[in-house]
Each structure stands twice: as C-alpha cells, then as structure tokens.
C-alpha cells in the first residue's frame, strides 16, 4: 500500500490538472471525465487511490497523459 503522502501527492495532481484546464468544480469534472463527483472529491483528498481507468478518463478531460496520475 502506498504511503499516505503519496495518495494525497496524487490527490493533489488531479486538482492541480483540474484547475489549469480551467475545470472549476469538482462536479464539472465528474461531468467531463463520466467519473461520479464522489469519486472525484475522494481522489483529490486522498481517500481513494487511482486506478488506470480513471486516469484515463480524467486526462481526457483535462488533457494529458493519464500515467501522470498514477504514482
């Protein structure tokens, strides 16, 4: 299991991508990614841990490589 400062690293990331592809909800993200706001709000505060799939969703969203959201 990783470390928590890792989660909250990759947390951190996704709301960082978010805000610089000018996405400023939460919920306009879960509207752009397909992606339930829950589980956004999860990822960034580090209460969930990144699977490949959501990467890949959230780096079309936001634009990107989906890898740079997995640690």
Request: hydrophobic letters at 40%.
């Given at each position: 299991?990783?470390?928590?400062?890792?989660?909250n690293?990759?947390?951190q990331?996704?709301?960082k991508?978010r805000l610089?592809?000018?996405?400023?909800?939460?919920k306009?993200?879960?509207?752009k990614s397909?992606?339930?706001?829950?589980?956004?709000?999860?990822?960034?505060?580090?209460?969930?841990?990144?699977?490949p799939?959501w990467?890949?969703r959230?780096?079309?969203?936001v634009?990107g490589?989906?890898?740079?959201f997995?640690?």
């Amino acid at each position: 299991m990783k470390a928590r400062s890792q989660i909250n690293y990759a947390g951190q990331k996704v709301r960082k991508a978010r805000l610089d592809a000018h996405i400023g909800t939460q919920k306009e993200l879960a509207e752009k990614s397909g992606i339930p706001a829950n589980i956004i709000s999860d990822l960034e505060r580090g209460k969930r841990q990144m699977s490949p799939a959501w990467a890949k969703r959230i780096a079309e969203a936001v634009g990107g490589e989906w890898s740079d959201f997995i640690d």
